[in-house]
């Protein structure tokens, strides 16, 4: 059988780049757009005279993809070889969640969609320079159900200084109580980059023992609302995971396209040049945009392989450890499988250098 094969689009744009945030993205970019749109359109008609593989999943992520126009965005994806089934997911900031757009995202073939609400308080949002209002999360199920999707999610960030456990709680209940509720939630740990402006402020670091309540919070009131917990961040209703996600924690082989994306096939990572601009141009000059490469040899693939499958509900062998005392009380062992325990979650690292392959 045919492994899954991903394909991830990275759109660089933003209207506004967050007080978190260090991902290659722009806030000042965009009269780069069309061109940006052709470069990665060039890229995709070199890899498939390579004999690029079909794609089981596709995502388009940034950066921010909603704000190139939906022609745009589609004239990428159909571009690209898809699977007759093929799962095409569009991250989508929250303010531009409008019926119409998810509609022609809709007709185009992306069937499922992904929103950064972060949170549903408003000293929450603007702590962590987030722009859209405290009922955004009404107006984008509202949005998702008329346009006709059936699959989505939201994500959440924990961790903020002005976050209280009980703003973490009003959160959950704002998005569990929405008649059309997200059926997968993502959940991240705010992390304090050094480059970023959250990163240079220590006085708005996350307090780690708030943030570990936090998380455990939104995983127990999760999984008692029938949210199944499918990997250290991540949550979904019965038949509504994330397939582009499984690809890469299940190390499967992908490609990236557009600046700054990411690709691994057969054992060689590689990655193109960081900005749009330096994109651009080397495309436009008939180069490729490569910018770095390496080859993983065996027992950096099976370590990369295990530590990522740790991080899941389905976890590892047994015999991937050569023991489990000093860790027994970070894991659970059934069936012959490993996995986290829930207090293992966010010390997983811990685990992780247990591993037979991490020596």
């Not at 976050?163 to 109580?177: I, K, Q, Y």
């Given at each position: 059988?045919?492994?899954?094969?991903?394909?991830?689009?990275?759109?660089?744009?933003?209207?506004?780049?967050?007080?978190?945030?260090?991902?290659?993205?722009?806030?000042?970019r965009?009269?780069?757009?069309?061109?940006?749109?052709?470069?990665?359109?060039?890229?995709?008609?070199?890899?498939?005279?390579?004999?690029?593989?079909?794609?089981?999943?596709?995502?388009?992520?940034?950066?921010?993809?909603?704000?190139?126009?939906?022609?745009?965005?589609?004239?990428?994806?159909?571009?690209?070889?898809?699977?007759?089934?093929?799962?095409?997911?569009?991250?989508?900031?929250?303010?531009?969640?409008?019926?119409?757009?998810?509609?022609?995202?809709?007709?185009?073939?992306?069937?499922?969609?992904?929103?950064?609400?972060?949170?549903?308080q408003?000293?929450?949002?603007?702590?962590l320079?987030?722009?859209?209002?405290?009922m955004?999360?009404?107006?984008?199920?509202?949005?998702?159900?008329?346009?006709?999707?059936?699959?989505?999610?939201?994500?959440?960030?924990?961790?903020?200084?002005?976050?209280?456990?009980?703003?973490?709680?009003?959160?959950?209940?704002?998005?569990?109580?929405?008649?059309?509720?997200?059926?997968?939630?993502?959940?991240?740990?705010?992390?304090?980059?050094?480059?970023?402006?959250l990163?240079?402020?220590?006085?708005?670091?996350?307090?780690?023992?708030?943030?570990?309540?936090?998380y455990?919070?939104?995983?127990?009131?999760?999984?008692?609302?029938?949210?199944?917990?499918?990997?250290?961040?991540?949550?979904?209703?019965?038949?509504?995971?994330?397939?582009?996600?499984h690809?890469?924690?299940?190390?499967?082989?992908?490609?990236?396209?557009?600046?700054?994306?990411?690709?691994?096939?057969?054992?060689?990572?590689?990655?193109?040049?960081?900005?749009?601009?330096?994109?651009?141009?080397?495309?436009?000059?008939?180069?490729?945009?490569?910018?770095?490469?390496?080859?993983?040899?065996?027992?950096?693939?099976?370590?990369?392989?295990?530590?990522?499958?740790?991080?899941?509900?389905?976890?590892?062998?047994?015999?991937?450890?050569?023991?489990?005392?000093?860790?027994?009380?970070?894991?659970?062992v059934?069936?012959?499988?490993?996995t986290?325990?829930?207090?293992?979650?966010?010390?997983?690292?811990?685990?992780?250098?247990r591993?037979?392959?991490?020596?």
């Amino acid at each position: 059988m045919n492994r899954p094969f991903g394909i991830y689009v990275h759109v660089p744009f933003c209207a506004h780049r967050c007080d978190y945030c260090a991902f290659a993205t722009y806030a000042d970019r965009d009269h780069l757009m069309d061109a940006y749109v052709d470069a990665v359109v060039q890229e995709i008609e070199w890899a498939r005279e390579k004999g690029l593989a079909t794609a089981s999943s596709v995502f388009f992520g940034g950066g921010t993809p909603s704000r190139l126009a939906p022609e745009q965005l589609l004239r990428i994806l159909d571009a690209l070889p898809r699977d007759a089934d093929c799962e095409v997911t569009v991250e989508c900031n929250p303010e531009d969640a409008n019926v119409g757009r998810l509609r022609a995202y809709r007709a185009g073939g992306v069937t499922r969609m992904s929103f950064g609400v972060q949170s549903t308080q408003r000293a929450v949002l603007a702590d962590l320079g987030r722009r859209h209002g405290i009922m955004a999360h009404e107006q984008v199920s509202r949005a998702v159900h008329e346009a006709g999707f059936s699959t989505w999610n939201m994500d959440l960030i924990v961790g903020s200084r002005a976050e209280s456990l009980e703003d973490v709680r009003a959160t959950l209940d704002d998005l569990l109580g929405l008649e059309f509720a997200p059926p997968h939630i993502s959940c991240y740990a705010l992390t304090p980059e050094p480059a970023t402006p959250l990163g240079q402020d220590p006085a708005r670091h996350p307090d780690e023992d708030a943030t570990a309540d936090a998380y455990d919070l939104v995983g127990a009131t999760l999984e008692a609302n029938g949210y199944e917990w499918e990997e250290i961040s991540n949550w979904a209703k019965p038949g509504h995971e994330c397939r582009h996600n499984h690809v890469y924690w299940d190390h499967d082989d992908y490609r990236g396209f557009g600046s700054a994306a990411h690709s691994h096939e057969h054992g060689r990572r590689f990655w193109n040049v960081r900005t749009p601009d330096r994109y651009i141009a080397m495309v436009r000059a008939g180069e490729s945009p490569l910018g770095g490469e390496e080859v993983l040899d065996a027992s950096t693939q099976a370590f990369e392989r295990d530590s990522l499958a740790l991080r899941t509900r389905h976890g590892v062998p047994v015999e991937a450890f050569e023991s489990l005392d000093e860790i027994a009380h970070l894991v659970k062992v059934a069936d012959g499988q490993v996995t986290l325990a829930t207090q293992g979650r966010l010390l997983a690292n811990q685990v992780i250098v247990r591993l037979k392959s991490s020596n």
